[in-house]
């Protein structure tokens, strides 16, 4: 078990690890302003963005630059430093350290080497998108960016197809209409999302839907494509034990058995609530009541 108390007769210092605004500056903390300028340096994620930010609170820290592309080299250094008494700060371009950013490595070889790591929390992308989603917020799962590549997208999506809890998904505004495709036919065109882009700033929008109607909406300009974007889509929805199908998929089978053909109704209803298409044709040899309870 690794203890992050102070070793030993000298004092190292402490890695403090600091949440910065996602986007409004007002949602800087007086604490997070207050460490980054009691530390002897600032490990950034990029030192351009981060200097624009330490500029405005009249920060004049030293920095150093600490990106996924460097940090393995930068532990060492960072080590000597905290082993000499030195206070450092971890900050990334926005938001909370090692969401979806670098620090990770660092963080565990500085516990490894019992020194203090400790946090600043505040803004953070993944939580205030969560906050206002509309969404279930008690079981939640955060997948951090896709794959780049579309066929190891789909397979990472068929493999969370089944997911019992909140999927929250980080995009870009290059890949998020094709990525919005791929998660409707995986994960079902029906099932509910939300998307929240840019926020905390000035043109932030929250657009609830569920996947198609989100994929349909950003393809055609109806709601703008660009800026940074948290994707939130709905749990699986429970299943029946014996049959593997959902309580929705079984009622909106049971709607469109009553006017098609059973053949025509269980690709329709497959296509619709992302259920497999034989367990639903199975389904309908069963008596009526036994899906279209819901009703």
């Given at each position: 078990m690794t203890s992050s108390a102070n070793k030993g007769s000298h004092k190292p210092g402490t890695l403090w690890v600091v949440a910065t605004p996602i986007g409004n500056l007002g949602d800087m903390s007086h604490r997070a302003v207050e460490v980054l300028n009691q530390v002897k340096v600032i490990a950034a994620e990029d030192t351009r963005r981060t200097g624009t930010l330490l500029n405005?609170?009249?920060?004049?820290?030293?920095m150093l630059s600490c990106h996924e592309h460097n940090e393995v080299a930068r532990i060492e250094e960072l080590l000597g430093r905290l082993e000499r008494g030195e206070d450092v700060a971890l900050v990334s371009d926005a938001g909370?350290?090692?969401?979806?950013?670098?620090?990770?490595?660092?963080?565990?070889?500085?516990?490894?080497?019992?020194?203090r790591?400790?946090?600043?929390?505040?803004?953070?992308?993944?939580?205030?998108?969560?906050?206002?989603?509309?969404?279930?917020?008690?079981?939640?799962?955060?997948?951090?960016?896709?794959?780049f590549r579309r066929e190891a997208r789909r397979k990472h999506l068929a493999r969370l197809a089944g997911e019992q809890r909140t999927l929250v998904f980080y995009?870009?505004?290059?890949r998020i209409v094709e990525m919005l495709?791929?998660?409707?036919?995986?994960?079902?065109?029906?099932?509910?999302a939300a998307i929240a882009r840019e926020l905390t700033k000035i043109f932030e929008s929250v657009s609830s839907g569920t996947l198609s109607e989100l994929r349909v909406a950003l393809a055609s300009g109806d709601e703008p494509a660009k800026g940074e974007f948290v994707v939130l889509?709905?749990?699986?929805?429970?299943?029946?034990?014996?049959t593997g199908v959902s309580e929705e998929a079984r009622r909106v089978l049971g709607v469109l058995t009553a006017e098609l053909p059973p053949s025509q109704a269980a690709k329709l209803a497959a296509a619709i609530t992302g259920a497999k298409r034989k367990q639903l044709y199975e389904l309908i040899a069963e008596p009526v009541e036994k899906f279209d309870k819901n009703q």
């Open positions: 405005h609170f009249g920060i004049t820290t030293p909370t350290p090692l969401v979806s950013d670098p620090g990770f490595p660092l963080v565990r070889e500085v516990r490894a080497r019992g020194i790591v400790s946090p600043v929390p505040g803004p953070s992308a993944l939580t205030a998108a969560l906050s206002v989603a509309g969404l279930p917020t008690d079981r939640f799962v955060f997948e951090g960016f896709l794959p995009e870009s505004t290059h495709a791929d998660c409707a036919e995986i994960l079902g065109p029906e099932r509910p889509i709905a749990s699986h929805p429970e299943t029946d034990p014996d």
